[in-house]
């Protein structure tokens, strides 16, 4: 089993796929950008791919959630991973002397108000918290940092300057992974995700929650995106509380599909396991070389 993720070894992306195999045996391969993911997946040249869609603190990542819009595969499990930053150096240093900070945008988001303690600190993005490690240890200069998981530091041989540094020390990511083939309905699989556009007009979008409504049917996510071919109009991502095998969810879709002028069902799915948050802190600071 081949599963494709975005970034490079040490990455939280990598945590999910561990979760995700399980006792299975597997091997990953990164990518450099999500859409290069998603084709991988697309052309065979992987089994599954682990997109994040969505972090309890910075909100719905976009970039992976816009890519999902109309493609033909199936989401086959949800991951959830508790995201632990710390900030990292190649050696020790004081928080006075570092010059430049770099991370992936979503992780300095995610640490916006621990930054804004040091105003001295350039706060740059690079396309992975695990690349920033990899880039940070190979760099000359001995001031810049990067921010990432403390596995990473430990990957790569590199110092952990402060731990828990997120704003939200509940902080964690969501992933959703996905196979080219649709799999067959699961009576227990318990949540489904689906994409509609409708015509924009007036109640559109209360004429959709009525639907769910009638047929009892529970949502447990609803998220509104551009569609770029229309401006400034507009389809929707669902989240639903059951799986595609529920009498249920089965007429409300029969019925949702005579007033959509698109819909894409992703897939239903086990639910993930939200991480435990006992004993966490914050901005605990800790010098390990």
């Given amino acids: 089993m081949l599963i494709g993720y975005q970034g490079v070894e040490g990455s939280y992306s990598t945590i999910a796929c561990q979760r995700f195999s399980g006792e299975n045996n597997y091997q990953t391969k990164g990518?450099?950008?999500?859409?290069?993911?998603?084709?991988?997946?697309?052309?065979?040249?992987?089994?599954?791919?682990?997109?994040?869609?969505e972090n309890s603190t910075s909100g719905?990542?976009?970039?992976?959630?816009?890519?999902?819009?109309?493609?033909?595969?199936?989401?086959?499990?949800?991951?959830?991973?508790?995201?632990?930053?710390?900030?990292?150096?190649?050696?020790?240093?004081?928080l006075s002397e570092i010059t430049k900070v770099y991370s992936h945008p979503e992780a300095l988001e995610q640490c916006y108000t621990y930054l804004s303690q040091y105003p001295h600190i350039e706060v740059l993005e690079h396309m992975d918290t695990a690349g920033a490690?990899?880039?940070?240890?190979?760099?000359?200069?001995?001031?810049?940092?990067?921010?990432?998981?403390?596995?990473?530091a430990e990957l790569y041989g590199m110092t952990v300057l402060q731990e828990n540094i997120s704003d939200n020390p509940f902080n964690t990511t969501r992933f959703l992974f996905f196979k080219k083939e649709?799999?067959?309905?699961?009576?227990?699989?318990?949540?489904?995700?689906?994409?509609?556009?409708v015509?924009?007009?007036t109640g559109s979008l209360s004429d959709i929650l009525n639907i769910f409504?009638?047929?009892?049917?529970?949502?447990?996510?609803l998220m509104s995106r551009p569609i770029q071919t229309k401006p400034f109009e507009y389809g929707f991502f669902i989240d639903i509380d059951n799986g595609l095998g529920n009498e249920a969810l089965h007429m409300a879709l029969?019925?949702?599909?005579?007033?959509c002028t698109y819909i894409n069902i992703l897939g239903s799915y086990r639910k993930g396991k939200i991480p435990a948050y006992k004993g966490v802190l914050q901005n605990e600071t800790t010098f390990n070389s």
């Fill in 31 to 53: 990518f450099l950008t999500f859409r290069s993911l998603v084709d991988a997946l697309l052309h065979d040249e992987v089994d599954y791919i682990a997109l994040p869609v």
């Fill in 60 to 94: 719905p990542i976009t970039r992976t959630i816009d890519l999902m819009k109309y493609l033909d595969v199936t989401v086959t499990d949800e991951i959830y991973v508790k995201i632990d930053h710390a900030l990292i150096t190649k050696h020790l240093i004081e």
């Fill in 133 to 152: 490690v990899e880039m940070v240890k190979h760099a000359e200069d001995d001031t810049i940092a990067a921010i990432a998981g403390s596995h990473a």
């Fill in 182 to 197: 649709e799999d067959p309905v699961n009576q227990v699989q318990g949540k489904t995700s689906i994409y509609i556009e």
């Fill in 199 to 201: 015509n924009h007009s």
């Fill in 213 to 221: 409504k009638k047929h009892d049917t529970n949502l447990l996510y």
């Fill in 254 to 259: 029969k019925e949702l599909k005579g007033i």
